[in-house]
């Protein structure tokens, strides 16, 4: 029975010493698992890091063309104002001196009326 105790415990041992290999190896394996994915979380942290950054400058970029844009439509605004009140000024103008003409223009139908009645007259 010693011999048979002996070879139970040789089995026994054999047995637990694949298992604590296997223990090992499953650790080994996690272990190298778990680099890989450090690894990775860096590297999609860095990748984050770059596009927040690549963001960042898109919409600095966007705000400042969005300023430009404002200024220029206020320029154009402004230049629109202007071309305004000068075609006001204009029209003032030439209502002004249309009102002008207008006194002339009946003075010579006047004239034109008087020669008219006096052709007739002298017909």
Known sequence: MS??????LKRLIESNARAIEAVANTMAE???NSQKERARAREERAQARKEMAELRETVA???QNLGNAVAYLENSLA???RAQAETIGDTYRVIDKLENRQGEIVDVLKLLAEK???DKSEK
């Open 79 to 81: 230049k629109v104002a």
């Open 3 to 8: 011999k048979s105790n002996d070879d139970d």
């Open 30 to 32: 996690n272990e190298r």
């Open 61 to 63: 970029n966007v705000a």
């Open 116 to 118: 008219v009645v006096g």
